[in-house]
């Protein structure tokens, strides 16, 4: 086993890389509100959200954390915060509304964005889409349709009229899993379709629309920073003696991680995916020259990561797992996987029902660097990592949250893990900066570090935003954050 670089000061503090970047994330439908304002018009999420059973207490992102109106003070608390970063995303429906013409007022709004972030000294990280498909354009089919890709190139580009000037750091899209197979196969998510094939035609569209928009912004200017954000998972079988639930746990990473790492990557599809879903049709949707246009070249590669999955074949021995508090009917996201159940790694878990688990951070980075990247120059960023947790306001106002804190500093002892073992990872995000729309969830769970009372919009900055201030402050992670085992030696690296 190759010795650890382990980077520690005097103290026994692990000490950030020079270049490593601290921010936080959050995404355009989730907090901006003012959903019918300035010539904005519907997306796939307003749509899905006004569908009775669709969310939770039939909540919307209509108002949200009203970010539209105020982004000043929103910018002015993570410059308190110290954010070296901030990443957030343009809303489609907003820039160009029904995904036609482009709407002046829209694009201000993100120009005027972009000129506080630069103003505060925080670097602008734009996602171009995360989630919010113009309404419009799924009624004419959707990202399962081969057109949304010039509309999308389109939009993308009357995004960077406006912002390349200022901005360098540009992701295509974020989760295009979630995108293609919660929104077009489970159903969970917008616009809650339950058509496998529909499914992987719209992640083969994604993938494309991310590699023409690349090239053209390529062209336009060379010295951009662009990438995609993938959310991945350490998938393992339950039972590593039994050949379901290995066959399980290879068919989910097929259909959740090599799905988008290797025609990214690799410039192809892996053949036991393209076997798994021959019956409906994938590679009719291919065409010549797709791969290419696919895979290329990135700069960076952002990776999510939220927790692991073991899953099995057999229904695990007590219930685990939560579903959003809704009555709509969905199914399975995974279009060829016969029945899998989730298992239980018998670690605490959070308010979503998801196990902490850090060392399964350590794992995909390491992954993802020794599988993909040996002979790349593409870096990487844990552009979201986070958790929600009941959180308490005090009788003084404050909000105490040590289990964030503990998630986060394990967290990021688990990225720096994976440095010391040579993997490229520049930078982490955490997700999220503030409460805020929690898709199917509505508002009932909260990832911030900033604490938002809905009814008054009024933030207040949690105790998990205050160590990360102090960890950017610093420029180091106490040694008493980490996990009791370190993500290493659980791997046995």
């Not at 160009?96 to 602008?124: K, Q």
Request: proline fraction near 5%; charge should be negative; include cysteine.
């Amino acid at each position: 086993m190759t010795d650890l670089t382990d980077h520690r000061d005097a103290a026994g503090e692990r000490v950030l890389p020079d270049r490593f970047l601290l921010g936080a994330a959050a995404a355009a439908y989730q907090i901006e509100g003012a959903a019918a304002e300035d010539g904005r018009t519907a997306s796939i999420w307003d749509a899905f959200s006004a569908i009775p059973g669709a969310t939770a207490a039939g909540e919307t992102g209509a108002v949200a954390c009203d970010h539209y109106h105020r982004y000043r003070e929103d910018v002015a608390l993570m410059k308190e915060l110290g954010l070296q970063s901030y990443r957030f995303s343009t809303s489609w429906a907003r820039v160009r509304p029904d995904g036609g013409a482009v709407n002046a007022a829209g694009l201000d709004f993100y120009s005027r964005l972009v000129d506080e972030l630069l103003d505060a000294g925080i670097r602008p990280w734009l996602t171009l889409y995360h989630w919010d498909l113009p309404q419009a354009l799924e009624e004419r089919g959707g990202w399962a349709s081969r057109d949304t890709v010039e509309r999308y190139t389109e939009f993308a580009l009357s995004v960077h009229d406006a912002l390349g000037d200022r901005v360098t750091d540009w992701t295509t899209f974020n989760e295009p899993w979630c995108s293609a197979f919660l929104g077009y196969v489970g159903g969970q998510h917008a616009p809650g379709r339950r058509e496998p094939a529909a499914g992987l035609a719209a992640a083969h569209h994604l993938l494309l629309a991310h590699g023409t928009v690349v090239r053209e912004l390529r062209r336009r200017d060379a010295d951009l920073q662009l990438g995609i954000t993938l959310n991945l998972g350490a998938i393992r079988a339950a039972d590593p003696t039994s050949e379901a639930d290995l066959d399980a746990a290879r068919r989910i990473d097929g259909q959740f991680n090599r799905i988008f790492l290797d025609p990214l990557l690799r410039g192809a599809y892996p053949q036991d995916l393209l076997a798994d879903v021959a019956h409906l049709g994938f590679d009719r949707i291919i065409r010549d020259g797709d791969l290419e246009v696919i895979s290329q070249p990135i700069d960076f590669l952002g990776v999510n990561y939220y927790h692991r999955e073991v899953v099995g074949t057999t229904p695990p021995p007590q219930p685990f797992g939560m579903r959003a508090p809704t009555t709509r009917t969905t199914g399975s996201p995974y279009p060829a996987v016969p029945a899998a159940y989730t298992h239980s790694s018998g670690r605490a878990v959070t308010a979503m029902g998801w196990e902490v688990e850090p060392d399964g951070l350590t794992e995909i980075l390491l992954r993802v660097h020794e599988e993909y990247l040996q002979d790349s120059a593409t870096r990487l960023y844990v552009t979201e990592n986070g958790a929600a947790y009941d959180d308490e306001v005090g009788d003084d106002g404050s909000v105490d949250d040590p289990e964030r804190a503990a998630f986060l500093g394990a967290h990021l002892h688990a990225v720096l893990d994976a440095v010391d073992r040579g993997a490229p990872v520049d930078g982490y995000f955490y997700w999220s900066l503030m409460d805020n729309y929690e898709w199917a969830w509505g508002y009932d769970k909260r990832f911030g570090i900033v604490h938002v009372d809905y009814p008054t919009q009024r933030r207040t900055v949690k105790s998990s935003g205050h160590l990360l201030a102090d960890i950017i402050a610093r420029r180091s992670v106490a040694s008493a954050l980490a996990p009791q085992e370190s993500a290493l030696s659980i791997l046995g690296r």
